[in-house]
């Protein structure tokens, strides 16, 4: 008889373990499988490719199929292990488009089960379903997922994305301010859970301020102010599990890189292939502590979009570190962003 004594919590971060342990009465294998509850089960039966984990077991881990991952421990009474490093390749995170409301977050998710099986193949114990999400850090419903202040600056015209770890049925509602006008608007998701919301400016025309209240999950106000012309909006994901915006309104230098592959032949030197690369130097406003340590996680953070309207444009970040606080001074952030491209694989 095998049982189950640990599980994560719902909810809980792939940045950090999600550890399950198992027991049995007499020692013997335990094979474990992590399936995608998601799925519809047609692909569960059929074993990917398999390779070594890091503590030398035989590991396999399924990709387009109800199986994620497999794991045999041998001749043993209990076991522990994470599946975290299975799932993370799941995540398939997209910057949310269109107007005003809320938008799938399923792909920012992977809900799994856990079977163990004895050496039979029979299964002996399935854990109840667990959903986790992207980040870094855990977090209880209701809640923002944020690294962001609660109270931003928004170019006219510009969109932002709010990410909501709810614990019921949703409501957002959205009052625009202009002079003497206010205008509100509701929105509602039936759904607990990891909700994305996304506010547009251009369902709010001359709006000078926005109040989003989530309610129970938080309030974030936004201050409108014009649009720079030249201005960059960089979009990440962050450590919190959310896509965050932020605009530089400053283009420092442009510098465009020739890299050129050579060759040697009768004539001596020649230019085989030439690649050009553009690297653009962002610099924020003077913003506080708060800010700046929220853009100085663009230096680390896994992926980097350029945002234009409804266009997001993978980028890559070319700097390695970021000065948050200079002592006696307002303090800005500078970035250096460039275009993500294919590394070519090099072939012997």
């Known amino acids: 008889m095998m049982q189950f004594t640990q599980i994560p919590q719902q909810y809980a971060p792939l940045g950090g373990e999600l550890r399950y342990a198992i027991e049995q009465e007499a020692a013997g294998n335990i094979d474990i499988r992590i399936v995608d509850a998601a799925a519809d089960g047609t692909g569960a039966n059929r074993i990917p490719e398999s390779g070594p984990d890091a503590d030398g077991t035989t590991v396999s881990a399924g990709d387009g199929t109800a199986l994620l991952g497999a794991k045999r421990f041998a001749a043993t009474a209990a076991a522990a292990f994470d599946i975290a490093p299975y799932l993370r390749r799941r995540m398939r995170f997209v910057p949310a488009t269109g107007g005003t409301g809320f938008r799938p977050a399923a792909d920012r998710t992977v809900s799994v089960v856990v079977e163990a099986a ?115 909006r960089l979009t990440w994901r962050s450590r919190a599990g959310s896509v965050e915006h932020y605009t530089f309104p400053v283009v420092r230098t442009e510098v465009v890189r020739s890299i050129r592959q050579q060759a040697y032949g009768p004539d001596g030197r020649t230019a085989a292939t030439a690649e050009t690369d553009r690297e653009t130097v962002l610099v924020s406003a003077y913003e506080g502590r708060q800010v700046l340590d929220a853009l100085a996680e663009l230096t680390a953070a896994p992926e980097v979009w350029i945002a234009e309207g409804d266009t997001y444009t993978p980028a890559d970040i070319a700097t390695d570190e970021a000065v948050v606080q200079r002592h006696g001074t307002l303090s800005c952030l500078e970035i250096a962003v460039r275009p993500k491209r294919k590394i070519r694989t090099s072939w012997n």
């Open 118 to 232: 004895a050496t039979d193949g029979a299964v002996e114990a399935v854990s109840p379903v667990r959903t986790f999400r992207a980040g870094a850090e855990a977090a209880e419903a209701p809640c923002l997922l944020t690294s962001m202040p609660l109270s931003r600056l928004i170019p006219e015209g510009a969109c932002d994305e709010l990410t909501l770890l709810a614990g019921g049925p949703c409501t957002v509602t959205v009052t625009a301010l202009a002079g003497d006008t206010t205008v509100a608007e509701s929105y509602r998701a039936a759904e607990s859970g990891l909700q994305v919301f996304r506010l547009d400016l251009r369902d709010f025309p001359g709006a000078e301020s926005l109040t989003v209240d989530a309610g129970a999950c938080g309030v974030v106000v936004y201050s409108v102010i014009p649009a720079r012309q030249g201005a960059v």
